[in-house]
């Protein structure tokens, strides 16, 4: 991957304006509409803690609001959530005509990416990963060719972060779902052991490393706003991405899968690296790096190379940087908060597994925000309300 | 609830045709091709087991196929799955037009019941629920009555069950899902302790009682099908259902919500009844009591009470009784598998908490095949060709 024309070198300030209007609530995800029923769903849920001491586990303290649910089962912790891909599969549906494959494995490998990497997040590594297809249409499930695919990229996926696919549910749901489409989601349970590898928000502290792992593309998120874009270009999903290798269309680059990021979280944790926190990039892009809470401010000094696919979508759009890193992951695909002391050691372990580590920036006593100091942008803690 | 017009009293074999054209598939979900890609997925996940060993965890033998997947931990077993509630909260959308209310507590409710009464089936109580909600814009979360109604059922429905509500996910996705309505799904993860409280379908044995716990109405299952009735009514939702007690119109009867099965099953377990199995009646309705495979014949002398919405709905399609049964519960909301010595008390631990279980037939060596005798209606084998 090679680095992107409109961004400068570490370290260098330069221009961005604050955040305007919102490019992203413009291409149909508006988090001013999401976010408030997210919060509520938050409270209701909280009123239900009591029921664990039923079956003597506890809820872990802090939890509420990280990207899994930690329980503790004694002397271990168990780990949950549910997580769905998003709109991405629209995009597979639309490439399909131009170049006769279903890309479902690449789909089903995102899908399995979003859930585990969430999962992740909270030091866990994964047991059981249960699937959720809801098809428009019972027909939908009838293409064997793209069923074979969702298959096999879906086990493919488990098999390759440690996690068992242990079943789930196919359900057509007519007048929900679009007759052509799949809502494409899924669950995963894992396990905490020793309990020290638990990954909390809490945890971060001033002087933290902040190091990013990179991200190979869109992944699965901001995929409304870039089908946008495909609708409004000449060539739709076949327009040239300046600088893929490859040399692919749009929208086959847009189907890159994210990796699984588990295995890494996994080797530094086993290799006594002393993690606090890991942040997987997704809605709200770098804002998320703040998702720890906190009168803390994440300061960037150095930002990652960025996909080629996200740079035309920058550049094709004309979003700002502040709207452009405040809504896809611009290279960033998990931040990962450690003591400075253990940074080495990390790029090491990292290093080995071929996944290059950027030391991006440190946390810093402060208002809470996140400031990407390379293009002179802040995001402040009120424009990430939820976690 | 009364006994309905045509069915007969328990024992008097009558009428019915064996199942012909399949009523349901006319409707919009065709088993015949959903069945398959379910199957294949369940192939495909098998082929994942390998991994559990990787974390010291092992699949229990016979779990796949079941409604939730169970995992060896040791002294205990735990269980996952994922489920959706499938189209009902369209009918919620269409009866707000006439009652003013969301209704949306109700269907929340229905779809807690949907993930945990599933989960109830192998013996598992529940510790977390995670919910997946995806809308096909980011304002249907900000209608605050139905959100506050949709939490205020979810959180309610949990704490009844003694589960947690641990967190989830709001997504909006445009083009996947209609733009006002939401895909409502979630996930569950039960523990089994001890051990001995595991109900799988290879525990079946002839000579076992077959105990049905009553149903309050078409639950999660058939919807597609009672959408497309009130569609061809003249008065649509509003039309009255004989024998409602509270005459009310179909599409306010049709959103009762199921009742959670499963603290009836944790109270049989307390009181030491020997529960064998324990069937979820859902797709595939009467037809489902045969899950447990094997060369057992399900032979049914009595039938329960039929909630009034269903008969409703099997008369006016004019359904033959083979395919009502074979396509809605018609009243059987769980079946129960036990010894005949343990159907006394399972009856007295049920009747305390105010559940009627009917001794509707028992298990007997013989061809696959549940038989309902009083209807004179035979399923094979061949007719549930999933778990």
């Known amino acids: 991957m090679e680095a992107v024309a409109p ?17 992203y609530a413009a291409a149909g995800v508006d988090y001013a509409l999401l976010d408030p029923g997210k919060r509520r769903a938050q409270e209701g849920a909280a009123g239900t803690t009591v029921q664990l001491a039923r079956r003597g586990f506890a809820e872990v303290p802090g939890t509420r609001g990280e990207s899994a649910y930690v329980v503790d089962a004694g002397d271990h912790y168990l780990a949950t959530l549910a997580e769905g891909l998003g709109t991405k599969s629209l995009v597979a549906d639309a490439v399909r005509e131009i170049t006769r494959r279903s890309h479902y494995e690449a789909v089903a490998r995102d899908t399995v990416a979003t859930i585990l990497n969430d999962l992740a997040t909270v030091g866990a590594v994964p047991l059981v990963v249960s699937a959720y297809w809801a098809a428009g249409t019972s027909e939908w499930f009838s293409d064997g060719g793209r069923m074979a695919d969702l298959v096999r990229g879906w086990a493919s996926a488990c098999a390759e972060a440690g996690a068992t696919w242990g079943g789930g549910e196919t359900q057509a749901i007519e007048g929900i779902v679009a007759p052509g489409a799949a809502t494409l989601a899924g669950a995963a349970m894992g396990i905490i052991r020793p309990k020290t590898r638990l990954l909390l928000g809490e945890r971060v502290v001033p002087q933290d490393a902040i190091l990013i792992a990179p991200a190979s593309g869109i992944h699965a998120n901001g995929l409304t706003l ?26 086959e680059v847009l189907l890159d899968p994210a990796p699984l990021y588990g295995p890494l979280i996994e080797a530094l944790l086993d290799a006594g690296v002393a993690l606090h926190y890991a942040v997987h990039v997704t809605g709200h892009g770098w804002r998320k790096l703040m998702r720890a809470g906190g009168a803390l401010t994440y300061m960037i000094d ?11 979508l920058r550049t094709q759009t004309g979003m700002s940087n502040a709207e452009a890193y405040g809504t896809f992951n611009m290279g960033a695909g998990f931040a990962l908060y450690l003591p400075q002391g253990d940074v080495a050691q990390a790029q090491r372990v990292a290093g080995e597994r071929g996944i290059g580590l950027l030391p991006a920036g440190r946390v810093e006593a402060g208002p809470r925000r996140v400031v990407l100091r390379p293009l002179d942008v802040t995001y402040d803690g009120a424009s990430l309300q939820i976690r």
Chains 1, 2 share one sequence.
């Open 7 to 23: 961004l400068l070198p570490c370290g260098v300030a330069t221009h961005g304006p604050p955040p305007g209007t919102d490019a």
């Open 226 to 251: 870039a089908r946008r874009l495909a609708a409004a270009l000449p060539q739709g999903y076949d327009t040239p991405v300046p600088g893929d290798p490859w040399g692919r269309g749009y929208g």
């Open 302 to 312: 150095c930002l990652p190379d960025v996909p080629p696919v996200l740079d035309f």
